[in-house]
């Protein structure tokens, strides 16, 4: 088969044309894109937690030469061109980089997305007995459908930390030896009345508990036995007791692995998603980078923006800003808060996250000339928001133009896209949040089917082209 380049996802002449990328993508790329879908499966089946996500970034990070920028604080070894180093917020935020032939203060090429994702979280006072049943009180975490959750496989994740700091990281529900958790639904045989509410209020978040366990401890005089019985199970394994649930953190996510999905395998069907689709794909440009870059290339992976991207770990928190003012004292002969402003300000920003594919079962919720399609390539959104561009940056038609320059010149296969109609609802990313540095920011992402549901639907093709924009976007040189 005779190779040919990816022609432009957008045409030269009068008109637009939009295609299928499957029609103009080369054998070469088809090729790499099989490669780049298998290793982010793997990394996605390993990374189902947003501490989880962060440690297998690390593990990369290293395997391919990348140091703690910890190191360096503590030396004071200044970082030249081509370092790579990375930095740590609390195990689960983290930006790793690229040291640019130029200096920090003429700017980064960033890409970031959020690792975290809905999910329904483990309550610090959990454990309880109800009517023969060990059950586990639970709190949801993020934009869900509750009734979603109810009755699928479910795996419990996360960590014990004691009062001496020693962590003890749990996992159940993934081995296939494993017992898996349940939430219960009522059978429609007796749901007369939870027919009549609306789908919004047919599960109260506080029925969301599930069924830990059903025997009871072999102990007569023993109250509260089958409750007894889970924490003796729990500190047999784990070495853990009731108390040690006030410093823990322990998330339910879908059980299993992510599966190729339809006839020809062209989909991934996997928990999570959103947004770790665009943080896997922006880390592996930063990792697939073999050339210094003209500017300093960076890539965020951050935690909590499901809720808002408060606290520590968030994207609005000072991590982001206090991490560069590192780079600069470690990049320049004098650190100084002018250049650490102008660093930001002459930054340039993806907002690598998520947009919802244009769902011909849902028509309804789009208008399909503004809605990304399956396999049409990775999606630019100019403005995310709700109805009149509410919480939205608004990227600006000259930052446009830079990424249609960019994008095309290296053969990718985008395409732009609203989330939904103007009216329907709406959504946002951290793009504000960096923006607000007057830095030029703009969306882009991987399309989804079935967005915050427990298993979301991503194209491969698209998947591969969020990995060939990012790494035409870290490269590039502003056209100079």
Not at 81 to 101: D, F, H, N, Q, W
Not at 111 to 140: C, F, W
Not at 169 to 178: F, N, T, V
Not at 323 to 342: D, F, G, I, V
Request: glycine fraction near 8%.
């Amino acid at each position: 088969m005779k190779k040919t380049k990816n022609k432009p996802a957008k045409s030269a002449g009068l008109a637009a044309t939009v295609k299928n990328g499957y029609e103009t993508i080369s054998p070469t790329d088809l090729k790499r894109s099989d490669e780049i879908n298998r290793l982010y499966m793997d990394y996605l089946g390993k990374a189902k937690t947003e501490r989880e996500a962060h440690n297998e970034a690390v593990k990369l990070l290293e395997a391919a030469g990348f140091t703690d920028l910890a190191l360096n604080e503590k030396t004071g070894q200044k970082l030249a061109p081509g370092a790579k180093v990375y930095r740590s917020c609390e195990g689960k935020t983290l930006m790793a980089v690229v040291i640019g032939k130029k200096p920090l203060e003429a700017g980064m090429h960033i890409v970031g997305g959020h690792t975290d994702a809905p999910r329904i979280d483990i309550k610090q006072n959990p454990l309880y007995e109800n009517s023969e049943m060990a059950m586990l009180d639970t709190h949801y975490y993020g934009g869900i459908k509750k009734y979603q959750w109810l009755t699928i496989p479910l795996a419990l994740h996360g960590v014990f930390v004691k009062p001496d700091g020693k962590k003890i990281s749990l996992k159940i529900g993934e081995d296939p030896a494993d017992p898996v958790f349940c939430i219960t639904d009522l059978l429609p045989h007796l749901a007369a009345d939870q027919n009549k509410k609306s789908l919004a209020e047919a599960v109260p978040g506080e029925s969301l508990d599930l069924v830990c366990s059903s025997i009871p401890v072999a102990e007569k005089d023993r109250k509260e036995k089958f409750k007894y019985n889970a924490l003796k199970l729990l500190s047999r394994r784990y070495g853990v007791n009731e108390d040690d649930f006030l410093s823990a953190e322990l998330e339910l996510v879908p059980a299993g692995m992510p599966r190729e999905a339809g006839l020809d395998r062209s989909m991934i069907l996997a928990y999570g998603h959103d947004d770790r689709v665009c943080a896997y794909t922006a880390l592996k440009a930063l990792l697939d980078m073999k050339e210094v870059p003209a500017y300093t290339s960076a890539v965020l992976l951050c935690d909590k923006e499901e809720i808002g991207s408060m606290g520590a770990t968030g994207m609005a928190s000072n991590f982001f800003e206090n991490t560069s003012a590192e780079l600069l004292n470690l990049t320049s002969a004098a650190y100084s808060e002018l250049s650490l402003k102008r660093a930001l300000t002459n930054s340039w920003m993806l907002s690598a996250d998520v947009n919802a594919l244009f769902d011909p079962m849902f028509a309804a919720a789009f208008e399909k000339r503004n809605t990304p399609l399956l396999n049409h390539g990775v999606c630019v959104t100019k403005f995310t928001g709700s109805r009149g561009k509410s919480g939205s940056s608004d990227a600006s038609a000259e930052f446009m133009a830079h990424i249609r320059r960019i994008f095309d010149k290296a053969g990718v296969t985008w395409q732009t896209g609203e989330l939904g109609k103007v009216d329907q609802g709406g959504g946002g990313t951290i793009a504000h949040l960096m923006a607000r540095f007057g830095m030029k920011v703009v969306d882009c992402g991987v399309g989804l089917f079935s967005m915050h549901a427990p298993m979301e639907l991503a194209g491969k093709l698209d998947i591969y082209m969020a990995y060939k924009g990012y790494l035409a976007f870290m490269k590039d040189g502003r056209g100079r």
